[in-house]
Structures are given as C-alpha cells and as structure tokens.
C-alpha cells in the first residue's frame, strides 16, 4: 500500500468508513495514538446501538491515513454515514459482523462467498487455508515485476470475475454502500482534480469502476432512515481483531501479521526470538541452538511445500518439533499470546469522549491502574488509600455495568479489609462506558443515580439488599439512604421467610464491610436487626410439611440465618470498630456481649425446630447440629436427640434425612470419628434398616458421607470395622483406637503451638507487633 501510494501521489486519499470520522484523521498522527485502535461510532440517544471500525498498524487503511499526513494529502472517509447505518439496525459492514443470511433467491453457496470471497479464490487454487494462500501469492511476492500496482491489478481481475459469477451477493445494501461511494469519488474528482486515491475493500472494486448515471446514484439513497450519531477513537486489541474473537471480518493470527509488518528484516529468526522468550519466562528449557534449529526446520518445511518463505504454519511446525518437544500445550500458549496477542491500542487524550469517560480516565491517572488487554490479578489492601480508591472505583463501575474487574476469592486472606481482582479491559466497554453516560458525568454521580433508579426498580426483597451491599461496597453515601429506605419498605411488606433469609446475610456481610471502610451503618444495622427478628417469628411455621427439595433448600437457608446472626451479634459499632451497634441490642447490666440477646432467641428457635415433628428431618438435625456446634447443646443432649430420630419407630427415609442434616457439611466427619456415641447410633440404626427400605435411603447416605474428606471416610471405615467392642468412646475408660482417648492429648498440643504462633505472626511472649493487624485478623477468623 504505502509503495503503492509513492508511486501514484495522489492529490487525495478516500478510504472506505464512515465519513463523520474524517474529521478525527489527523487524530492519527498524535503522537499517543498507538494501534490497534478502531473508531466507534454510536446513536447519541441511544448508546448501545454501536459499530466499530478497527484498524492496526498493517491494515490498509491505517497505512494510508498514516501516509496522507506524513505528505500533507487531505484524506477522507466515503463510505456510507453511520447516520444511515445506524439507523438501519444493522451493524455495518466494516465493524466485522457476521454476515445475515442470503435473503430470498440467493443460494446458500452465493452468500457463503459473499462472506469471505478470498476463500473461493484460495479453493480453486488447491488451497484450504484462505490466509495462506493470501501469503503465497501476495504477500511473500511482494510487487512482482516492479510493478507496485501489479498485485492490486491482479486482485481486481479476480474480483470482476467473482461478481460476474455472484453479483452483490444478495445484499442490496451493498449496491446502496458503493452508490454512495461514487458520488464521493466523483466530488473528489471535481475538487482535487488529478489521481484520486481510493482504499477500499477488494470487492468492492468493480462496482467503483463502473460509471452509472449520477442520477441512479442518488435514486438510491433516498429515503434512507436517518439517527443522530457520534464518532471517536477507542483502544482495541489484537485478540479482538481475529476471528476466533468475534470479528467476522478479521484474520486468524493478527499477531503474527503485525510481527512481520514491524520487522525490519529477517521476520523468521525474530520471530523464533521472540517464542524462546515467551517458553523461557514460562520456565522452559530453551537455547539459542534451538532457536537455530527451528529457523532451519522452517526454511527447510517452506522448501519442502513450495512455499516462496516460511509462513505461520513451517514456523508453527518448527516451534512444535523443536521448542515443545511435540507438544501442543505449549504451542498453544504461542498461540494466544503470541500469533493472538494481547496487545492493547491507545487513543490521545484530546479524542471526542463523553463526560464520564474523560472523568473515568483521569481516575484511572491518579490510581494508576491502567486499562490491559492481558488478564492480570490484582490484591488490594483497603487499609491504603490508593487500594481503596480502586476498589471503589471497581465497584462502582461494576453497579453501571461496566465490568472492567471482576471480584475474585483472594488466596493470602480471608478478612474483610482485602480484596482481588481480575481485571481485563476489553474494547466493549468502551461502549458501556458510553451507555453509563447518560446517568451522570462523573463515575460517583453515575453510579449513585444508577443505584437509586435500580433499587425503585428492583422486583423483590433480594435484589434491593444486594444493591445496598453494593452501594456499601461503592461508597455510595448519597445512594445509601435512598436505598435503605426502599429496603425497610420491601422488607416490611415481604412475608416470604426465604426471601428475608436470604436478604439478611447480605446485610450482616454490609455492616462488616462498613466497619472497614469507615462507613456509618447504623440504618443498615437497624434493618438487619429488624430483618432478623421477622425471621425468627416465620421461621418455625415455614420449616413444617416440606417436600425433600424445599427441605434442601431451606437447609441453606438456615445456614446462611446462623453465620449471620453469629456476625451480626459480634459486629462492632459503625465508626470506631469498639462498641456494639446502636439498635442490635439493649443488654441489662450482667448479661453477656453484646448481641447476646440476639444469638440467644436465635437459639430458642433452632430448639423448637429440633422438636417438632412436623419440620423435616433435614432441618431438625441440621438445628442440632448448629446449636451443638454453637455450645449451646451438650454432647448427650445431641446424642439423646440423636437416639430419638433414629429409634426403631422413625421412617428410615426421615432417619436418613436428619443424619444428613446432622453430619452433612464441613466437619461433620470429624464429628463422627471423635465422638463415637454418635457413629455407634448411626451404625445400629444402619443395621436396623429393613431390607426393602435400604436401597431408598442409601443415595442419601452415600450423598453425605462421600462429601467427607478421604481421610475421615477411611478412619470412619476403620472404626466401624473394628466393632463396638474393639473401639474406645468418649465416655468409657479404655482408649480404643490409637489416637483418640478421653481427653485431650496436650503433649502432642503443644508440639504445634510453635507452628500456630508463626502462622499468627505471634512474638515469643505470645503478643503481636502489630496491634490493628490483630484486630483485623480477628476479624478475618
């Protein structure tokens, strides 16, 4: 192209795209515009209807814009308007959308090439890869004879003849595209005078060198619906201008491409550089000898097939023999990083952007987190300001559905003043960002109006907790009250006890996050605390006559209501992080920490359901479970009630069901193994079970016990082997089995302590040399 363009020295240069961006070409040539990049265009009034045009630093059309400025040659997009495009809801053509199926009385053969033209051409040359027969005949053979417009002479004839043979290929837009694009070239012509540039796709070129009357022209485009758009620059990636990416019209190996376009000599051996590299940071074992040995292979493989030079499959070949050893799973890292890539574009700041972009990207300068096409994960310390302002800025980009980072389970820490991130930007959001502009101009005023318009339309009790929690989480303080007020109304005119269980976790996880984040809670703790209390009246009525799976499911639900109210009874007060909440309790003087009076009507509830008959077993053993768990129950208090289920009058499907309540979940194994009452009930019961009703209860049990670790299903097995007679219990005298007697071991105890107080960070004295790190692991635990 650029050899192309020193030979004719046009007087102008017309580009297919859409003409609102000639103006943002000079855009092209600032010194931070790196490619790839694309323009965007999107309807003012309604932001996600959208189009992109990408281009990188080897496509035809950023060479040619790239040249007109370096020779001062004024430069134009002809294509048709996006006003029109946009309007006629489809995407345009130069975005690289799939094309719509062949309309009525094409054949499928027809728009199949009108898909991917080259692709008939490469068949009918013996070829099955269209961008390899592109290489071999193209691009490897530079301009031939000298003539630099020979290969663009020989590419038109192939075209003339394929819309001999296919015409437009069913789509009447293109007749429209290219009418347009002639009256563009022939007011060019009147303007300039002398050689007109035209850059353009391949198919196109026969329509343009007709010469139909200007009148038919225009007959065309009358009548075409019209939208109010906007045109910008936007960064875009490698990974998105091919074809496994979604681009309909984009290649396979846009890295490989851009490595050879840069290259200034010998594209091969610093390509096989660049492999070693990548394998050599990955922690394989690669030399220089075998970059030596894979150039050989892939000049050698190009001799072999014919090839003019190695293209990407001699050196794919070589890189697999030589530096993978044969194996695909290395090559397929080469692959994606490499022939793929993850290369992000960038765009100068003086480029057309919405208000909130712009605010956006000066957030992004001053918590230096940088937008990258390769995802990466990120740890932040919410105790440091800078950590802090990126969280909030994650999550409030999150809340206008810009999802720019997504929260991951952090590996280094459980408490609340951590979180981590993955963080990959992708060209798309760029459009979300547009879409979140009509909420506001600045990412704070967005997000608050965007939670305030969700929490009025939020369809239940759930939904407007989970955005309190995330208003929480934004540091949101305008939105908060108006959120907190439509969730005491839902809250208070919701009957359903499942949806106020699943509600009230959400809210005790935003109390905590609001003691680390420094935010004032108190109306949130006076809905939890209310919240908490309505789930204790309905909880017992809604636990009674439940089928199985309504039983699982309010199983969880008892669960979540018990982690909750053991973190809403020990939350510390909004500010300070020393007193209790305002409105979770009013302890009399003598009675326990605060929230004891919470976590003991807690309790009360669990005892009734333990006690009735009519709630499922599952949830009348896992209520045993819970309180045991709690101290609130003792181990032969358990085991009495444990007896009670179990007894011979108790339907084996029942017994089943609240074993499974009972040692289902974490630790119920080890519960078994060390106090061997319970097992020995669970094996005479085991044995007890009639014949015709075992094959009935053995999916459950198998269910519940195949969930313990291998170790607890193995000692339980030895146990149960052993007999009655041969193990020790907990309440006899003889220890049984080696490992477990009557009481604690403290000679193998202390043997770990070491350990523990490492693991803690603990000094010798047993203090902590950071006395907020004590506190906030605490917390943590």
Request: hydrophobic share 45%.
């Amino acid at each position: 192209m650029r050899v192309a363009l020193d030979a004719a020295r046009p007087r102008v240069v017309l580009i297919e795209g859409p003409p609102e961006a000639s103006a943002l070409i000079p855009l092209a040539g600032d010194e931070e515009m790196r490619p790839p990049v694309a323009l965007l265009a999107h309807a003012v009034d309604e932001p996600g209807r959208s189009a992109f045009w990408p281009l990188a630093e080897f496509s035809p059309e950023w060479v040619a814009i790239r040249w007109a400025l370096e020779h001062d040659v004024p430069a134009r997009f002809v294509d048709l308007p996006t006003t029109h495009t946009l309007a006629w809801g489809e995407r345009p053509a130069g975005e690289g959308a799939e094309d719509t199926p062949a309309e009525e009385g094409v054949a499928p053969d027809d728009a199949a090439v009108r898909v991917d033209p080259l692709a008939v051409l490469a068949e009918a040359a013996g070829y099955d890869d269209p961008e390899r027969w592109w290489e071999d005949v193209v691009e490897h053979r530079g301009t031939g004879d000298g003539d630099p417009f020979a290969p663009f002479a020989a590419v038109e004839e192939a075209m003339e003849s394929l819309r001999e043979v296919y015409g437009s290929g069913g789509h009447d837009r293109d007749l429209v595209r290219e009418a347009y694009m002639r009256l563009q070239m022939r007011a060019a012509q009147r303007e300039f005078g002398g050689a007109v540039a035209v850059v353009c796709g391949a198919w196109h070129v026969p329509a343009l060198r007709r010469k139909p009357a200007v009148a038919a022209d225009r007959a065309l485009l009358k009548g075409l619906p019209k939208i109010k758009a906007d045109m910008t620059w936007v960064p875009w990636t490698y990974r998105r201008l091919a074809r496994a990416g979604g681009y309909g019209a984009g290649i396979e190996s846009p890295g490989w491409y851009g490595h050879l376009f840069a290259a200034p000599d010998r594209p091969v051996e610093r390509w096989m550089t660049k492999v070693a590299g990548l394998l050599r940071e990955e922690d394989r074992i690669v030399s220089p000898a075998h970059v030596i040995e894979a150039v050989r292979l892939a000049d050698t493989l190009a001799a072999l097939r014919g090839r003019p030079l190695p293209g990407l499959g001699e050196t794919t070949d070589a890189v697999r023999a030589v530096m993978c050893d044969g194996s695909d799973v290395p090559l397929a890292l080469v692959r994606d990083r490499l022939v793929v890539g993850d290369v992000l574009g960038e765009v100068p700041s003086s480029a057309p952007a919405v208000p909130l972009q712009r605010d956006l990207a000066r957030l992004q300068r001053k918590l230096r987190l940088k937008p990258e096409a390769l995802e990466r994960e990120m740890e932040l310390d919410l105790r440091k300001e800078t950590d802090a302002g990126r969280s909030r800025l994650l999550h409030r980009l999150r809340l206008l559905g810009v999802d720019w980072g997504e929260p991951a389970v952090s590996r280094g820490s459980t408490g609340t003043f951590r979180e981590t991130w993955r963080l990959r930007w992708e060209p798309e959001l760029s459009v979300r960002v547009a879409e979140a502009g009509v909420w506001g101009t600045t990412v704070l005023g967005a997000a608050t109006a965007k939670a305030e318009a969700d929490a009025v339309a939020a369809p239940g009790l759930v939904e407007v907790t989970a955005l309190a929690e995330r208003c929480l989480l934004a540091e949101l303080p305008d939105a908060l009250p108006a959120v907190m007020r439509i969730l005491a109304d839902r809250a208070a005119l919701d009957a359903d006890v499942g949806h106020l269980a699943q509600a009230l976790p959400a809210l005790v996880r935003s109390l905590r996050y609001g003691d680390v984040r420094g935010t004032d809670t108190a109306a949130l703790a006076e809905v939890a605390a209310g919240l908490a209390e309505r789930v204790f009246v309905g909880l017992p009525p809604a636990c009674t006559a439940l089928d199985a799976d309504a039983a699982e499911e309010m199983r969880s639900h008892l669960d979540a209501v018990h982690t909750a109210v053991g973190l809403l009874a020990e939350t510390p007060g909004p500010r300070d992080g020393t007193g209790p909440a305002p409105t979770l309790e009013s302890p009399a003087e003598g009675t326990p920490a605060p929230g004891g009076g919470l976590r003991s009507r807690w309790r009360a509830v669990l005892r009734v359901l333990t006690g009735r008959d009519s709630v499922a077993g599952v949830l009348r053993g896992r209520s045993v479970r819970l309180l045991l768990d709690d101290g609130a129950l003792t181990q032969d208090e358990a085991a009495r009630l444990m007896g009670l289920a179990l007894s011979p009058g108790t339907p084996p499907g029942d017994a089943a069901a609240w074993i499974e309540g009972f040692v289902g979940g974490g630790g119920g194994g080890l519960l078994l193994v060390h106090d061997e009452r319970l097992l020995g009930l669970v094996d005479d019961w085991l044995t007890r079970v009639p014949a015709e009703a075992f094959t009935d209860v053995l999916p459950l049990l198998r269910r519940t016990f195949s969930a313990y670790e291998a170790g607890v299903r193995r000692t339980l097995g030895e146990l149960v082997r052993r007999g009655p007679g041969a193990r020790g219990s907990v309440a006899g005298t003889g220890s049984g089995t080696p490992g477990f007697a009557p009481e604690p071991d403290t000679a193998r105890a202390d043997a770990v302590v070491p350990v523990v107080r490492l693991l803690l960070g603990l000094d010798q004295d047993g203090s902590r040399a950071d006395a907020d790190d004590n506190r906030l692991a605490g917390v943590g635990t």
